[in-house]
T-cell receptor
Framework: GAGVSQSPSNKVTEKGKDVELRCDPISGHTALYWYRQSLGQGLEFLIYFQGNSAPDKSGLPSDRFSAERTGGSVSTLTIQRTQQEDSAVYLC?????????????FGPGTRLTVL | GQSLEQPSEVTAVEGAIVQINCTYQTSGFYGLSWYQQHDGGAPTFLSYNALDGLEETGRFSSFLSRSDSYGYLLLQELQMKDSASYFCALNDYKLSFGAGTTVTVRA
């Protein structure tokens, strides 16, 4: 059906607050990825899901960051006690299966601003 | 780890040809991908090279040389709508991106 969707599109929060970012992948896509893009920079890998499992969390920058995926579909990225350096665009991508050559389809991102 | 280098900016006129080079260092990867991102938009897939050589997709072509740790994206017959950022990325199930090249197309 539709492409990858993310919500909210914009989030402004105060330093120290917790935020939740949501990703709805393309239906049937088993692989899901979170990336972060700071202003004018490339994308930085955060975490990878295959189904509901996260075999690679190596990109999460600190223990304030966590993510889960339920029903092999929706994923939530949670940032606790936000800091100003967390300000960035958080992008979600999905792909049809666990293949190293599969195209990743990106959502429009959530722009997070921490004041 | 992985690291990739690509030029930060390229400017060209409509109808011209632009080549964006990408050099990389890696301990292993499956292929090199290219993504396009318009301002404020989602990255979209352009091309993928699993093997050495040239892949052609319409006006866009991509090349990989594993022995030289080098690849490039060739944009032909440039159009105004090609003004965007272009990223090379190493595939090893996750993508490791370069910092991106901003292409500006002038009339």
């Amino acid at each position: 059906g539709a492409g990858v969707s993310q919500s909210p599109s914009n989030k402004v929060t105060e330093k120290g607050k917790d935020v939740e970012l949501r990703c709805d992948p393309i239906s049937g896509h088993t692989a899901l990825y979170w990336y972060r893009q700071s202003l004018g920079q490339g994308l930085e890998f955060l975490i990878y899901f295959q189904g509901n499992s996260a075999p690679d969390k190596s990109g999460l920058p600190s223990d304030r960051f966590s993510a889960e995926r339920t029903g092999g579909s929706v994923s939530t990225l949670t940032i606790q006690r936000t800091q100003q350096e967390d300000s960035a665009v958080y992008l979600c991508a999905s792909s049809p299966r666990d293949s190293f050559t599969d195209t990743q389809y990106f959502g429009p991102g959530t722009r997070l601003t921490v004041l | 780890g992985q690291s990739l280098e690509q030029p930060s900016e390229v400017t060209a006129v409509e109808g011209a040809i632009v080549q964006i080079n990408c050099t990389y260092q890696t301990s292993g990867f499956y292929g090199l991908s290219w993504y396009q991102q318009h301002d404020g938009g989602a990255p979209t897939f352009l091309s993928y090279n699993a093997l050495d050589g040239l892949e052609e997709t319409g006006r866009f072509s991509s090349f990989l040389s594993r022995s030289d740790s080098y690849g490039y994206l060739l944009l032909q017959e440039l159009q105004m709508k090609d003004s965007a950022s272009y990223f090379c990325a190493l595939n090893d199930y996750k993508l490791s991106f370069g910092a991106g090249t901003t292409v500006t197309v002038r009339a």
